[in-house]
């Protein structure tokens, strides 16, 4: 046998990547593309929105869905992506919300010049109580940030200086607004500005989250002592997202304000720091889409169920099914432990979990 009878053998080829695989990257550009153009669609859903998806009501549903699908992406920056467990995060979202009504209603002072000064002074408030708070770790920062939400939902509830307009609220002076933020036939433009801000947060996590920044944030979370060995500062990297998360926050406000027409005492409770933990844990946290899919899911179902708790199907019902059927926080809970029990990742893990399901059921040749 001669060197030229052995003939070497094919190198292995890297299997293609399927279809889906190929078209991932795009899915994002085409949902983005899909909600934009979504307003200029008639079509009717009976039973998912009480009238068509262009009308006033349904667009200002969705917009509310993504501005709190953009706020638990925010908080998955602490929470998920560096394992910092806030119950004080519903403080920065209040502060923009009030904020800007404050500016605008008792200060007369323009839209720009509100947002502009209530998200500098969000972002600039996260990061002198971030600063107190972060000295703490564990259990005893989560109390130390629920105390500080608890100052701002008491100085809120007292009508502090006479600005926040106590227990009743403060509706939004909208004579100063610009006109195409004004009225129900401009609700599409409101639904903009939401997918606007949604876009923004998604962008800006998932450039953090990319970044060197990004990758000792999740040193953080799996392991700080390691952080502090390789020389890093953990505090420093941890303020960091604590004042980026609140930043966000309050500009969610400003959007939220608008969309909504004024602020009400109970966006300053700890509640609703617990449903952002909520959505995050319902979407998957430290996950890229996990914590949006888990935020407008959640806010939907709490809209939906309220209107669902009294209608008459759940009237007719005998009273062992009616009374907590008629309670939207009841039926959520039940929601959120079967998907906490059935799909521990949320809902991120239901693709692979189904993926793998189909491929086991496949015959084999």
């Known amino acids: 046998m001669t060197l ?14 399927g279809r ?26 009976p039973g998912i929105f009480e009238g068509p998806v262009n009308s006033p009501g349904t667009l200002q549903l969705l ?17 998920g992506r560096t394992g910092m467990l806030s119950f004080g995060h519903a403080l920065y979202f209040a ?56 100052v701002g939902a008491i100085l809120v509830a007292r009508d502090f200086g006479g600005l926040t307009g106590g227990e009743e609220g403060l509706p939004l002076d909208v004579s100063g607004l610009p006109a195409g933020l004004v009225g129900v036939t401009n609700t599409v433009n409101l639904y903009w500005l939401a997918l606007a801000y949604l876009t923004l947060v998604v962008f800006v996590v998932h450039r953090v989250s990319g970044s060197p920044t990004g990758r000792v944030l999740a040193g953080l979370r799996d392991d700080e002592r390691r952080i502090g060995v390789l020389g890093l500062d953990p505090y420093r990297y941890k303020l ?64 939906r169920l309220t209107a669902f708790g009294t209608s008459d199907a759940v009237d007719n019902l005998p009273a062992v099914l009616s009374r907590p059927l008629s309670q939207p926080l009841f039926v959520l809970g ?27 059921l496949r015959p084999r040749p």
């Open 95 to 150: 502060a923009g919300v009030y904020g800007t009504d404050v500016l605008i209603t008792r200060a007369g002072l323009p839209l720009w010049q509100a947002a502009l000064l209530t998200v500098t002074g969000g972002t600039i408030l996260a990061a002198l109580l971030g600063a107190v708070a972060l000295r703490t770790v564990g259990i005893a920062f989560a109390m130390v940030t629920l105390a500080f939400a608890q």
């Open 240 to 303: 960091v997202a604590f004042t980026l998360a609140g930043g966000l926050a309050s500009a969610g406000g400003v959007v939220y304000v608008l969309i909504v027409g004024g602020a009400s005492p109970h966006i300053t409770s700890s509640e609703l720091t617990l449903s952002l933990l909520v959505m995050v844990v319902l979407g998957g946290p430290g996950t890229r889409w996990g914590p949006v899919l888990g935020g407008v899911l959640y806010m939907y179902l709490d809209h």
């Open 63 to 79: 917009a509310i869905c993504l501005i709190f699908g953009g706020l638990a992406a925010g908080y998955d920056l602490l929470f």
């Open 4 to 17: 030229l009878d052995v003939t070497p053998a094919p190198a292995p080829t890297a299997p293609r990547p």
């Open 334 to 360: 039940t929601v959120f432990i079967l998907a906490v029990y059935f799909f521990p990742g949320g809902l991120t893990s239901l693709a692979p979990r189904l993926s793998h399901l189909t491929r086991s």
């Open 20 to 45: 889906v695989h190929r078209v991932r990257p795009f899915l994002p550009l085409v949902a983005l593309v899909v909600l934009a153009i979504l307003p200029y669609s008639t079509i009717s859903l």
